[in-house]
């Protein structure tokens, strides 16, 4: 079989085997859960209860008028125990609904039939996944119902699903893929319905060729439909990277895939979206991948949003005596947490603990221009010459450098053996300009 790829990108070793054979396993619900208010890119939500509510499984807690926004949900039944800021998975604090589980039975409405997507108008397949909170699960959190709301002078003729899950350790989009395979399927339909494209392809690197086999055999029923298997390389599951390698279309810097005619979504936000227009069911769980050589038992679990990581990893028979460092997301893009008390949010893919042995304190050194890290950026910038201007804080010739074409992907670091901290620079230089423009 050919294996479809971009140019550029890098072989990490990818540690999948840690959790990719082991079926999801369902958390039990927690005693409170701890819903942000803002777990998406846009206007923040406004608590819709106030303390004391009681609220239903599926409730909306939070809303916002702004187009671009999602509702978030109770995803227990409960009593509103406290609205108050809470640490936040991304950083800081952020305003939370905050629900101690009540007694009655906390199960979520089952699946219902699949109802064919050609009878459903996209204002009602859009309607649903707005009200369901839908947003990309696969890291960004960029409201599904813009993306599906594409403007009248971008049309969509491609839906690309992404079920890449490039990022070494994780394995949730894959797991979901195996056992929910009917659902990815259904919702890329139902996306392709929304933005009225006539073809789809489904993209999975080709280290889940099981996932590959059973997503074939079921899109054999609809001919729009193709499963392609990528070659395994970092960043594959990159919006711009997929749409390269599935149909060969390069999206132009600073555009969005609607500019080549593409609607992109991850596979396990098709599921979502396939429960939501189905079921009327909002964003209420996820599987997360519990993985790394500091947590006992690694596997992916299927948890409610809201849950504390710190109950997370207990869960998974706790932390290891050499865990190190605790990451939301996988080692190339996921983020550092100084404390377990944050909550899986509707993007939380995995729970990552580095061990001792994983972890180097690294000093930077003076660029020997090598030119690794030109070789290894998939989006060609020329990441050394933009670690250099911001070192030396030369924000205003950043732009020329097109640093915020950054993708922020990690594998300029990676691959530079003067251990330059080309990432980290490059999200102070981009907050500086976010900071000078306002
Ligand atoms: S400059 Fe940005 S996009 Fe290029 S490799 Fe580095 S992190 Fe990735
Ligand atoms: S890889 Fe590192 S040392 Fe080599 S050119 Fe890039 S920044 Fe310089």
Known sequence: MELKTFQHGIHPKYYKELTQDKATVDMPVPQQVIIPLQQHIGAPCKPVVKEKDTVRVGDIVGDAESFISSPVHASVSGVVSKIEPRPHPGGGFVNAVIISTSEEAQTLPPRGDMKDPASLTPDEIRAAVRKG?????G???????????????????????NGAECEP?????HRMMLEQPEE??????LIMQAVGAKQAFIGVEANKMAAVETLTKLAASDSRISVIALEVKYPQGAEKMLIQAAVNRQVPPGGLPMDVGVNANNATGAVAIARAVRDGVPVLERIVTVTGKGIQLPQNVRVRIGTPIKEVIEFCGG?????KKVLLGGPMMGIAQSTLDVPVVKTTGGILVLTDEDVQEIKPHPCIRCG????ACPMRLIPSRLGMLIERQRFEMIEEYHVN???ECGCCVYVCPAKRPMVQWIKLGKAVLRTRKK
């Open 133 to 137: 909170g839908m947003v990309g699960l």
């Open 139 to 161: 890291g960004a959190g960029f409201p599904t119902h813009v993306k599906l709301t594409p403007p009248k002078d971008k049309p969509i003729d491609t839906v690309v699903i």
């Open 169 to 173: 350790y994780l394995t949730s989009d």
């Open 184 to 189: 990815v399927l259904y919702g890329t339909q």
């Open 319 to 323: 932390l290891t005596p050499s865990a």
């Open 372 to 375: 690794k890290c030109v070789d």
């Open 405 to 407: 074409d950054c993708m």
